[in-house]
């Protein structure tokens, strides 16, 4: 069964850091584009970072230089570790796969088809 | 804020069609795709590349774009289909933003 479990949020004072973790069954997590989406409460999705098959990595302007996403290949996990927290980073946090079809060549053609697994999700709340 | 607009709530009646739209730069030249998502849960994608229907996601959600601005309808909205519906535009420039969600309201 493909699935997504996050762990790792909880209460953290600001300027705190946590760490969340994401691990993937049934899909190869390195084989595959991965985001992060947070939601805050009674609020829209918010795109949080991507990291790319070929490792790349993208992050949205509120959150640069702050967060960084990476991935164990040994353990198919996703992580998100978030530093410098602040009260607005308070939501819950998605850990997603992105459906993308690629299509090498000169020019490769990427064709999007949407975040087709989500996990349970994981709360964060900042807070002193 | 969202880079993309979308109508803060919808009502609809029982039977009727519903449309949300969703507004952006040059939202033509990306790929839209909609969610759905109940209270408590996880979103759900209910149309991709502008107007493609996940398989499983019935036949009543369809999608359209025009310009700047993409169009989530639901013919024959049904009580299930009450949610919130995030629109989110792609491309490998600036991955993936979504809009402020649209709260659906079946009276």
């Known amino acids: 069964e493909v699935q997504l479990v996050e762990s790792g949020g909880g209460l953290v004072p600001p300027g705190g850091s946590l760490r969340l973790s994401c691990a993937a069954s049934?899909?190869?997590?390195?084989?595959?584009?991965m985001s992060w989406v947070r939601q805050a409460p009674g609020k829209g999705l918010e795109w949080v970072s991507i990291i790319y098959s070929g490792g790349g990595t993208d992050y949205a302007g509120a959150v640069k230089g702050r967060f960084t996403i990476s991935r164990d290949n040994s353990k198919n996990t996703l992580h998100l570790q978030m530093n410098s927290l602040r009260v607005e980073d308070t939501a819950i946090y998605y850990c997603?796969?992105?459906?993308?079809?690629?299509?090498?060549?000169?020019?490769?053609?990427?064709?999007?088809?949407?975040?087709?697994?989500w996990g349970q999700g994981t709360t964060v709340t900042v807070s002193s | 804020s969202s880079e993309l607009t979308q109508p803060p709530s919808v009502s609809v009646s029982p039977g009727q069609t519903a449309s949300i739209t969703c507004s952006g730069d040059?939202?033509?030249?990306?790929?839209v795709c909609w969610y759905q998502q109940k209270p408590g849960q996880s979103p759900v994608v209910v149309i991709y590349?502008?107007?493609k229907r996940p398989s499983g996601i019935p036949e009543r959600f369809s999608g359209s774009i025009s310009g700047n601005t993409a169009t989530l309808t639901i013919s024959g909205t049904q009580a299930v289909d009450e949610a919130d519906y995030h629109c989110q535009a792609w491309d490998t420039s600036t991955a993936g933003v979504f809009g402020g969600g649209t709260k659906l309201t079946v009276l």
């Open positions: 049934g899909f190869t997590v390195s084989s595959n584009y």
């Open positions: 997603a796969r992105d459906d993308v079809v690629v299509l090498p060549g000169a020019v490769p053609q990427y064709f999007y088809h949407g975040i087709d697994v």
């Open positions: 590349q502008d107007t």
């Open positions: 040059k939202l033509v030249d990306k790929y």
